[in-house]
């Protein structure tokens, strides 16, 4: 089926390094869009990307979406405590006739040590 | 506030035993979804829902299923014949105007379902 892998599925960083992490496709992909889930919580919209070579940063939080439009990056700057949770990507991907349905990534857990 | 309820937060099954869970939206949102995840793992769609009576099949629907009698409510009902319901669900909705629409989901908290 279609998939939406990311990586790495685990990235263990001191507070004040950076992070990033990716999320590819085999198709191009119509948009990207990115959540957060703090531990034992839900996820949580962040951003959208639809654009080939789309930049858009969120404070720390610079997101961008491939030329080819087939892959994504989230990259942290100088992480915090509070970055800690799993980061997903997402896509609207057909799903069977004339149907989108958004597809999700396999998530990578981001732990800050203080 | 505008948001999406899930209830319960904790629900434990007995062997041979159907459970419903609840997910109640107050967002006026046309589409709304079901899905599983297990620890570590990422979300598997089960059921979704465009609009009121009519629903959908996700990737791991067998031992599920679901009902969408009101647009406000979309509650998921575990079946004896899912073998292995021990995950975290999740219910998202979305403004879903369209077949093309790229709207992002808004999340519940979660029903933490266990065997007992």
């Known amino acids: 089926g279609q998939q939406v892998m990311q990586i790495p599925q685990y990235q263990h960083v001191q507070e004040g390094e950076d992070f990033t992490t990716y999320c590819n496709s085999s198709t191009t992909l119509s948009n990207i869009q990115w959540y957060k889930q703090r531990p034992g919580g839900h996820p949580v919209f962040l951003i959208q990307l639809v654009k080939s070579g789309e930049v858009k940063k969120q404070k720390r939080l610079t997101f961008q979406f491939g030329e080819a439009k087939k892959n994504s990056s989230l990259h942290i700057t100088a992480t915090q405590t509070t970055d800690v949770g799993t980061y997903f990507c997402?896509?609207?991907?057909?799903?069977?006739?004339?149907?989108?349905?958004?597809?999700f990534g396999t998530g990578t857990l981001l732990a800050v040590q203080p | 506030d505008g948001g999406i309820t899930q209830s319960p937060k904790y629900l434990f099954r007995k062997e041979g035993q159907n459970v419903t869970l609840s997910c109640e939206q107050n967002?006026?949102?046309?589409?709304m979804y079901w899905y599983r995840q297990d620890p570590g793992q990422g979300l598997r769609l089960i059921y979704y829902?465009?609009?009121?009576?009519?629903?959908q099949k996700g990737d791991i629907a067998e031992g599920y299923s679901v009902s969408r009698e009101k647009k406000e409510s979309f509650p998921l009902t575990v079946t004896s014949a899912q073998k292995n319901p021990t995950a975290f669900y999740l219910c998202a909705s979305s403004p879903e105007r369209g077949h093309n629409s790229n709207q992002p989901q808004h999340f519940g908290d979660g029903t933490r379902l266990s065997i007992l």
């Open positions: 829902s465009q609009i009121v009576n009519d629903f």
């Open positions: 997402a896509s609207t991907m057909n799903y069977g006739g004339a149907t989108n349905k958004l597809i």
């Open positions: 967002l006026n949102h046309d589409a």
